[in-house]
Structure formats: C-alpha cells, structure tokens
C-alpha cells in the first residue's frame, strides 16, 4: 500500500522497491498513519501546494507513515524490517531508497505519543491529530479561506465592491505575514495562489 502523500518520484520508488514485498517479514512502527509535520502550517498544503511551494525542502519538513513504510515525501523510502522498543527510544530497521541508492539502516526514534515523534533533531506531529491543532483565533487556514476569496473579489473593473475586496484582502495578507506565512506568486489568479511558511523562516530554523 502507497502512503498517503506517496505521489510523483516517491510512488515510482513504491513501486520499485517495495511492490512484490521485501525478503523478511515487515512490522510497523508504534505510531498512526498519516503525515506528520515538523511545523504544522505544512498541513494546510495539498501535495501539488507542497511541491510547488518547496520542491526539496519537503523532504526536511515533513514524514508519512503508512503500514510498514516510512518517507519524507521526497526521495527517501524506507520499508520498516523489525521495531523494538525501550522507553521512549524507537529503533527500527528498514530498507531504504533514495537518490538511487539502496541499502539497510537504521532509524532511530524518540516516541512522544502516537502522533508525535523526535527524528533528525527536529519534532514531527501527524496532521489532524491533537498535536497539530492550531488554537489561534481565527485560525491560519480561516485566514487562508479568507484571503484568497478576497484575492479573487478584488479583481473587479474598479468597482465600489472590488476596491472594498481589495482592502480586506491586504489586510488579511498583513495578518498572515505576521504569522510567518507568505504568498507564493501573489499575482497570479487567486484560485493559485498558495500560501506557505517563509523560506527565510525554515532557514532560519535548520
């Protein structure tokens, strides 16, 4: 089975590697399917969003779990050999692919919940879980919803309605930049417009 955000070169890797089944008996890791984020507003992205948005950088921001099989969502793809656990430490074995090449490793864990784990210095939630809930008031998406419909009403022929559009929209923008978000291509039709984390934000925080 295909992890959920398994498209593109990580769905062609699938299909490579895995299809037909590894030699030894699979187990699965001690945490729920699904996509887990590193920053949670990666979450409100669909995988064409994520993709054009940040190419690469994906594979550092985000992890997806599913049955026997670990990713980043980019060119790593792991199918998970044997788990044990001690404590809050998760060790795995897995036969991994990416950039061409195979091979047996070893990942290691640290296990906060079910939806929540330590891996490569960084905290990985699972989007929709608890831990992934955004408590501001309104929330991030809200903002999104907003601003893109304000986005697509301004572009009137400078009529009273679009002008009145056009400002809530460069305010909701300014309330989305506060919250480190950015704009990709802002110009363009709002139905593509993609809201994201800054780059300058994430690198900052490598």
């Known amino acids: 089975m295909l992890p959920a955000k398994a498209t ?96 047996r490793t070893i990942l290691e864990f640290k296990a906060v919940s079910r939806n929540s784990f330590v891996i490569d210095g960084k905290r990985f939630d699972r989007c929709g879980s608890d831990a992934s809930i955004d408590t501001q008031i309104p929330t991030t998406a809200e903002l999104v919803k907003l601003a893109v419909e304000a986005n697509a009403d301004c572009r009137g022929l400078g009529s009273p309605e679009a002008d009145i559009a056009c400002a809530k929209r460069d305010l909701l923008d300014g309330f989305l930049y506060d919250r480190g978000m950015c704009s990709t291509e802002p110009d363009w039709p709002a139905s593509q417009e993609i809201w994201h984390v800054c780059h300058d934000i994430l690198r900052k925080s490598e």
């Open 8 to 103: 593109g070169l990580v769905g062609a890797l699938l299909a490579s590697v895995f299809i037909g089944g590894p030699s030894t008996a699979m187990e699965q890791l001690p945490f729920n399917d699904g996509l887990y984020a590193a920053d949670t507003r990666f979450c409100l992205l669909s995988d064409d969003q994520a993709g054009e948005a940040y190419s690469g950088w994906i594979g550092v921001w985000t992890r997806s779990i599913s049955k026997s099989t670990y990713t980043n969502n980019f060119e790593l793809l792991c199918g998970i050999q044997k788990v044990s656990r001690t404590g809050q430490r998760v060790k795995a074995v897995a036969e991994c692919s990416g950039e061409g090449d195979d091979s």
